[in-house]
């Protein structure tokens, strides 16, 4: 069963401080993994997409890593703001079909001043 | 929200009754995806369309249908609504880049049934 798995569920940081959301996955066979976040009330939205030939991609002071052999993912963020404060929700798509995508159940993140 | 607007926002509805739910885009993009996002699970996809009244089933459809007459429009039917679609739906589209489709989802609607 393709499963993704990400932990921890939740996360409190002190603003200005950095976290890291780990990103697991059994998905195969892979396409992509992208990375969303979701504030609460909205619809997600994308923050990376790496294929399986990329094992960094960055966006401001968000980094993905992924690591295809372990099937492993994360999401660094760097100097948290109060803004930072959503779920993060990682996302795997499988080759063969693009409507073939499983999501994580996201890590909820709240920055505290 | 990529041009994507969801109406209505908000519903609230009782058992047995019938509710439409409207995707709209202003991308053109040829995809558009019906999510459901509940508690304690990731999204899960309802329906999607490929094209023009070109649709197929998601893992979740039982009790759902949809409709796609123009490209802009996804329209997700619940045709005689039950608690357990209590639930927040988003609606997704997406295009191919070099084969990969990057998701871009619309503000949801949050539906509750009584």
């Known amino acids: 069963k393709n499963q993704v798995e990400q932990s921890p569920q939740s996360l409190i940081i002190l603003e200005g401080k950095n976290c890291t959301l780990q990103?697991?996955?059994?998905?195969?066979?892979?396409?992509?993994l992208r990375w969303y976040k979701q504030d609460t009330g909205r619809g997600p939205v994308s923050l990376t997409i790496?294929?399986?030939?990329?094992n960094t991609k960055s966006n401001g002071r968000y980094t993905a890593t992924l690591d295809a052999d372990t099937k492993q993912s994360s999401l660094h963020i760097t100097a948290s703001q109060l803004s930072d404060s959503a779920s993060y929700i990682c996302?795997?798509?499988?080759?063969?079909?693009?409507?073939?995508?499983?999501f994580g159940i996201g890590t909820k993140l709240q920055v505290i001043p | 929200d990529a041009g994507i607007t969801q109406s209505p926002r908000h519903k609230v509805t009782e058992t047995g009754t019938p509710v439409t739910l409207r995707c709209h885009q202003t991308?053109?993009?040829?995809?558009m995806y019906w999510y459901r996002q509940d508690p304690g699970h990731g999204l899960r996809l309802i329906h999607y369309?490929?094209?023009?009244?070109?649709?197929d089933k998601g893992e979740v459809s039982d009790g759902y249908s949809v409709s796609r007459s123009k490209t802009e429009d996804f329209l997700l039917t619940l045709e005689s609504a039950t608690s357990s679609q209590t639930s927040v739906y988003f609606c997704?589209?997406?295009?191919?880049?070099?084969?990969?489709?990057?998701?871009?989802f619309g503000p949801g609607t949050r539906l509750t049934v009584l």
């Open positions: 990103c697991n996955y059994t998905v195969s066979p892979f396409s992509n």
């Open positions: 369309s490929y094209g023009v009244k070109d649709t």
């Open positions: 996302v795997v798509s499988l080759s063969g079909g693009y409507q073939k995508v499983t």
């Open positions: 997704a589209i997406s295009e191919s880049l070099a084969g990969v489709h990057e998701q871009f």
């Open positions: 790496m294929t399986f030939s990329e």
């Open positions: 991308e053109n993009h040829r995809y």
